[in-house]
């Protein structure tokens, strides 16, 4: 079965750029997605189509696709990005997700 | 502005069953596939299972074929996951989730989710 592969853990100081990995098979053929998920409560969509953002998602969030290997990428990471990052993708009819990356801004 | 709710969560023996439903608002639901979503807890997300517009296709994760079904109904605006057999690990938060009517397959609306406890 196809799986997506991500860091447990990202760190990144405040203002500084957060970068974090998706790896699956052939990953660059397929969209990646990116959701962000805050204690206690449902996950946010952030990045659809590899790169495309959500309307009131702001410009600090874009991603890349290319071939194993989705990125998700925060530019000038602030205090309120701190959450769990899932990343998803179709496959078989199915919605498959990482395993999610903690990013802790500190 | 788009909601989802779901409702029927609980505490269940192993064994037992139990059905969710999830009431969308604000949206033509039967434009658009579904989707549920669990999340057992302190853990990462994990598909369930998808239904197209008018239900004639479902598609289940393997973990849950044969115990779970998706269905909806149209005329009454609401989409359900009826659990049978449950198990002490189909523990976990349950969101009903869509995907956008652009034929794109992202979840760009989610539910609050609704807690599922299965245990003795």
């Known amino acids: 079965s196809y799986e997506l592969t991500q860091p447990p853990s990202v760190s990144v100081s405040p203002g500084q750029t957060a970068s974090i990995t998706c790896s699956g098979d052939v990953l660059g053929g397929k969209y990646a997605s990116w959701y962000q998920q805050k204690p206690g409560l449902s996950p946010v969509l952030v990045i659809y189509k590899d790169n495309r953002r959500p309307s009131g998602i702001p410009e600090r969030f874009s991603g890349s696709n290319s071939g194993s290997t989705a990125t998700l990428t925060i530019s000038g990471a602030q205090a309120m990005d701190e959450a769990d990052y899932y990343c998803?993708?179709?496959?078989?009819?199915?919605?498959?997700f990482g395993g999610g990356t903690k990013l802790t801004v500190l | 502005e788009v909601q989802l709710v779901e409702s029927g969560g609980g505490l269940v023996q192993p064994g037992g069953s139990l059905r969710l439903s999830c009431a969308p608002s604000a949206f033509a639901f039967s434009n658009y596939w579904m989707t549920w979503v669990r999340q057992a807890p302190g853990k990462g997300l994990d598909w369930v299972a998808n239904?197209?517009?008018?239900?004639?296709?479902?598609f289940y994760v393997d973990s849950v074929e044969g115990r779970f079904t998706i269905s909806r109904d149209n005329t009454k605006n609401s989409l359900y996951l009826q659990m049978s057999s449950l198990k002490v690990e189909d523990t976990a938060v349950y969101y009903c989730?869509?995907?956008?009517?652009?034929?794109?397959?992202?979840?760009?609306?989610w539910g609050q989710g609704i807690l599922v406890t299965v245990s003795s």
């Open positions: 989730a869509r995907y956008p009517d652009s034929g794109g397959w992202w979840l760009d609306y």
């Open positions: 239904i197209n517009q008018d239900g004639t296709k479902k």
């Open positions: 998803q993708a179709w496959d078989s009819s199915a919605a498959l």
